[in-house]
């Protein structure tokens, strides 16, 4: 049970986000074909391109933060020892996890609303809550993944190690 969940914390995001990717992409392609040989195009199409658009911002935000790979500005981080780097990366940390909680709560308010007046969307016909889901859950995984990496920090200055800053995109 352990390994599973070690693999699942590990690759969940990146599962999702494969899924998520791989049918933007061809249903994509699938419309462009219907629209160029057959000059039909459907709007569930335009629809699932777009759910699963938003669908991928949000869980890769996730898998954002758990990489520390979002977007920074880490110019002082060269100037500064690792215990003030540490404490730097856990005040960044403990301001995004009062935004997430923030937009948590405001997010669950309009899938309340489009719960309870049975919004659907245009095309597929199916409850919007579906998809105005991908929201709370993004910012659910986001305080996750802050959590996971403010007990990695925590753990890091306690032992006088590095803290995690991620992987390089460029050296």
Request: charged share 25%; no cysteine.
């Given at each position: 049970?352990?390994?599973?969940?070690?693999?699942?914390?590990?690759n969940a995001e990146r599962w999702a986000l494969l899924v998520f990717y791989v049918m933007l992409v061809a249903t994509m392609f699938i419309e462009v074909l219907r629209r160029e040989v057959l000059s039909?195009?459907?709007?569930?199409?335009?629809?699932?391109?777009?759910?699963s658009f938003i669908y991928l911002?949000?869980?890769?935000?996730?898998?954002?933060?758990?990489?520390?790979?979002?977007?920074?500005?880490?110019?002082?981080m060269h100037y500064v020892g690792p215990r003030v780097k540490a404490l730097l990366y856990l005040f960044g940390d403990l301001v995004m996890v009062a935004v997430a909680l923030v937009a948590l709560y405001?997010?669950?308010?309009?899938?309340?609303?489009?719960?309870?007046?049975?919004?659907?969307?245009?095309g597929l016909r199916i409850s919007r809550v579906w998809f105005l889901l991908a929201v709370p859950v993004g910012f659910a995984l986001v305080l996750l993944r802050l959590v996971q990496s403010i007990l990695r920090d925590v753990a890091d200055?306690?032992?006088?190690?590095?803290?995690?800053?991620?992987?390089?995109?460029?050296d």
């Open positions: 049970m352990s390994q599973i969940l070690n693999n699942l914390n590990r039909y195009s459907s709007i569930w199409g335009e629809e699932i391109v777009r759910y911002a949000w869980i890769g935000a996730a898998a954002a933060v758990r990489e520390r790979g979002h977007i920074r500005i880490d110019v002082l405001y997010s669950f308010e309009t899938v309340h609303v489009a719960a309870k007046f049975g919004s659907v969307t245009d200055l306690r032992a006088g190690r590095p803290v995690y800053e991620g992987d390089k995109l460029f």
